[in-house]
């Protein structure tokens, strides 16, 4: 046998079973092609990232003013010109300071904390951290924009309210038009001083021209921020000391700032690494799904050449020439498989583009299509069809030529089918065959079962994922909300005595009801040997009429330290032990200092996010903090709406802000909505390899059954109790696949919930879920796919040639 006849021969085969064939090759399509897309995102992020940075001027160095603080236009630039020579090759100042935006429409109130930016506009505008405004979103600022009342309103707060392109919105006490929606690199994730992550929906940053900015904020001819950008080859460590020694004796008390102390930029690429190890083993889940599947159901295509290759034996042919022929057609697979993933890899990553760019709306995104990582995949998918087509030639060929030519009929007392004897089974031959045909064949059994498990494991993970965060999501809201949706957090500025009048006018409001005083601050705690976990601690009256943690006991919890479910696992404490909180204290001049507390953990709350963690009042003085309030809890008086109280606080002496208790968790819900989007993608392709699996299992069980139907033929049996016959055996093995598919989705689920997605997002504590409508579609798949999909044989069946079929030397 030639080479030209055995690529024509294995031409032959293809074409015979090109519909298994073809089902094969885009089961390896799906695994390598998901494989690539999600491998890329590392790419893609960290690439889009550095351009969209790049593109808008990111600075080298920020030197910051200390909180209300100043100097003259001109005087931080002056502050440099000790400095050597070509050491900075561009500077500019700035005035940024805090605000409030009301930006209410006709049908809802948007009254918010922000930030006023104030840069140079003029000769071409600002350099370092320009201003960027998507085509469509209105224009960014001019020479024109000098001391008009213009602004550029932060795009990612104007897209969640909704917000037309341009408009008007109230800065402080004057009303300003906005040109349009913006973005700049300090904000392309928006996270308040407070260190609030998701902050668009209750933070407002406007930028404008300085001089406007100045105007504003009451401040003329004064800035408070200077950035800098570096000449070529300066080290920035170097620039930095240097920089800070020259503001030292200027009493602006600066803090100088590198590009990695701004909260968006280390969050935008620390979490690249993070995440891209979370959906690198999804990604290999899928493969090894797809390519697990593609091995059992090219290793059956082969055993059912058996007897081709057992007379290719007897026939005197060598052991080599026989098993290139169905490697030949491996390979075939193999290649098909590659250059259909090429296709499947372009759709995902079309389908997932959008996703990324709506999650993180930046300038610049690369995603480009990743050929390094696509080949990675590749490799697998090729190499493991080749390997599966190996083994059962191998198998087939190393037995006596006439045990490979035997018909199915030698082995019918093989395998588990013994059991039958002991089974409360109706006696029946028809009915005991189907069973009979599993039993009897257990290692073929367990291959197809597991084929179909691969995919139904990837399809709970894939759907269980979606059901978990929405659940977890579902747990915050319940804890958050509780019997008062309508609560308020007042924000205050600085800190007040429970009955300073700033404190007991907002009391007074007759829009507002209930108060409760809060005390927020930031602190750590740790125990020996764990990592320490930072907390936001509320302190507040958990007998108060507004809200308190969910806790068993509230009097009991008033007692020590209540924390979240996830910071007790993490640090390996239960109710009774003792934890070390950081946590700031006041010292002797006036200022804040931060000292070590050991408290015991008095109860577990059941919120989702670690860093959650809450105090009763009384526990004030064993911290050593003063009897004070910077935050409170409201509730609208009878009669008033969120709203109402909103306005009656808005410019209220000593509010910073007032928001919705039910704002920051529609931010959450919102941004983990857009995080579950990347598995509404993969979704449609998780259930395309699933119902291949399962179509071609049926399918190659019925060629593989195709001698027993003849035979029945013969015998008179009717096409309906043959196809009904098929069917039971079908349903048999979708049972079993679901069985094994659900059960190890599960377990893998339950790994990537709780330890991969600890490592990858620590601060949020996910339940494992599965809900009933992602059970019903693996049962839909893993049984009534595999059992329904004999009916598509029926044709074949028909038109069976059953002296042909019968023949025992073809």
Same mark, same amino acid.
């Given at each position: ?59 080298? =160095? ?7 603080? +100043? ?34 429409? #006709? ?5 918010? /904390? ?9 000769? $071409?505008?600002? @350099?370092?951290? *320009? ?49 349009? @929606? ?32 100045? *105007? ?32 030292? +004796?200027?009493? !602006? ?14 969050? !935008? ?6 995440? *891209? ?49 169905? !490697? ?14 090429? $296709? ?5 990553? #079309? ?18 299509? *990743? ?70 064949? /257990? ?110 006991? #509230?009097?009991?919890?008033?007692? $020590? ?20 909180? @950081? ?31 809450? =105090? ?29 109280? @909103? ?22 819900? +919102? ?20 119902? =291949? ?55 893998? &689920? ?33 049984? &009534? ?26």
């Amino acid at each position: 046998m030639g080479p030209l006849f055995l690529l024509r021969w294995s031409a032959r085969d293809l074409r015979r079973r090109w519909l298994q064939v073809a089902a094969i090759a885009l089961i390896i399509a799906i695994g390598t092609g998901v494989y690539s897309a999600l491998g890329s995102t590392a790419t893609w992020r960290r690439e889009s990232n550095d351009a969209s940075f790049a593109a808008l001027g990111m600075y080298d =160095l920020r030197v910051k003013a200390a909180e209300g603080v +100043d100097a003259p236009v001109g005087a931080m630039l002056a502050a440099l010109d000790g400095l050597p020579a070509g050491f900075v090759e561009r500077a500019e100042e700035r005035l940024v300071v805090p605000t409030q935006v009301d930006a209410s429409t #006709a049908g809802e109130t948007v009254l918010v /904390p922000g930030r006023i930016v104030g840069v140079d506009v003029t000769a $071409g505008g600002p @350099q370092l951290n *320009q201003v960027w405004v998507e085509r469509g979103d209105g224009r960014t600022l001019g020479a024109d924009d000098v001391g008009a009342s213009t602004v550029v309103l932060e795009r990612k707060f104007a897209a969640h309210y909704d917000l037309p392109p341009t408009g008007e919105v109230r800065v402080g006490g004057t009303t300003a038009r906005y040109v349009g @929606q913006g973005d700049s690199p300090e904000y392309f994730f928006v996270v308040t001083e407070e260190g609030g992550f998701f902050a668009e929906a209750n933070f407002a940053v406007v930028f404008t021209s300085l001089e406007t900015a100045q *105007q504003l904020a009451g401040r003329v001819a004064r800035v408070n921020d200077l950035l800098i950008r570096l000449a070529p080859g300066v080290d920035r460590a170097e620039a930095r000391r240097a920089v800070t020694t020259k503001f030292t +004796d200027t009493g !602006l008390g600066v803090t100088v700032l590198e590009p990695r102390d701004e909260d968006a930029y280390r969050v !935008l690429y620390d979490d690249i690494d993070s995440d *891209q190890k979370f959906w690198n083993v999804f990604a290999a889940l899928i493969l090894a799904g797809a390519t697990f599947g593609a091995f059992n159901l090219a290793s059956r295509m082969v055993e059912a050449q058996r007897r081709e290759i057992g007379i290719g034996m007897a026939l005197g042919f060598t052991r080599r020439r026989l098993m290139f022929r169905p !490697l030949l057609v491996g390979v075939e697979i193999a290649v098909l498989g590659v250059v259909f993933g090429i $296709g499947v890899g372009l759709a995902v990553d #079309a389908a997932l583009r959008p996703v990324f760019t709506g999650m993180l709306p930046l300038p610049v995104w690369h995603t480009d299509f *990743q050929p390094a990582t696509f080949a990675r995949g590749a490799a697998l998918g090729f190499v493991l069809p080749v390997l599966a087509t190996g083994w059962p030639v191998w198998r087939a060929v190393k037995v006596q030529p006439v045990d490979a030519i035997a018909t199915t009929n030698r082995s019918a007392r093989g395998g588990l089918s013994r059991v039958l004897r002991h089974l409360p089974w109706p006696r029946s031959t028809y009915n005991r065959m189907p069973v009979g045909d599993v039993l009897r064949t /257990p290692r073929r059994t367990s291959l197809t079962a597991l084929g179909i498990a691969a995919a139904l494991a990837a399809l709970i993970v894939t759907l269980g994922m979606v059901d978990s965060f929405l659940q977890t999501m579902d747990r915050h809201d319940r804890e958050v909300l509780q019997d008062h949706p309508d609560r308020l957090a007042v924000a205050l500025q600085g800190f007040h005595p429970p009955d300073a009048p700033a404190v007991t006018a907002i009391a007074e409001q007759p829009e507002v009801g209930a108060v409760q005083p809060v005390l927020r601050f930031g602190g750590q705690l740790s125990v020996a040997d764990r990592r320490p976990i930072e907390v936001l601690v509320d302190v507040t009256p958990f007998d108060g009429g507004v809200w308190h943690p969910t806790v068993p006991d #509230a009097t009991a919890a008033m007692d $020590g330290l209540v924390i979240a479910r996830k910071a007790a696992r993490d640090l390996g404490v239960d109710v009774g032990d003792r934890v070390t909180v @950081q946590h700031p204290t006041p010292d002797s001049t006036g200022g804040l200092r931060i000292v070590e507390t050991t408290m015991v953990v008095s109860a577990v709350h059941p919120s989702p996010f670690r860093f959650a963690a809450y =105090l009763d009042r009384r526990q004030l003085s064993e911290l050593g903090l003063p009897d004070v309030v910077n935050q409170l809890y409201a509730l609208p008086a009878a009669g008033a709406s969120t709203a109402d109280v @909103q306005r009656a606080l808005f410019g209220q002496p000593g509010v910073a802000s007032t928001q919705p208790i039910t704002a920051a968790s529609t931010v959450i819900r +919102d941004s983990m909505e857009e995080f579950v989007a990347i598995f509404r993608v993969l979704e449609l392709f998780i259930l395309l390899l699933a119902l =291949l699996i399962a179509y071609n299992a049926a399918t190659i069980n019925t060629d593989e059954r195709r001698r027993e139907h003849a035979t029945l033929f013969a015998f008179g049996l009717p096409l309906r109790r043959i196809v009904r016959m098929d069917l039971t055996e079908g349903v048999i093995l979708g049972v079993l696949g679901t069985i094994v598919g659900v059960s190890l989705g599960r377990a893998v &689920l339950g790994w990537m919930t709780t330890d991969l997605i600890g490592d990858t997002m620590p601060e949020l504590g996910l339940d494992v879920a599965i809900s009933p409508a992602t059970l019903a579609t693996a049962v839909a798949l893993g049984i &009534l796919a595999v059992a329904l999909a004999p009916l598509l044989t029926i044709r074949r069946l028909r038109r069976m040639d059953i002296p042909g079929t019968l023949r025992v030397v073809e």
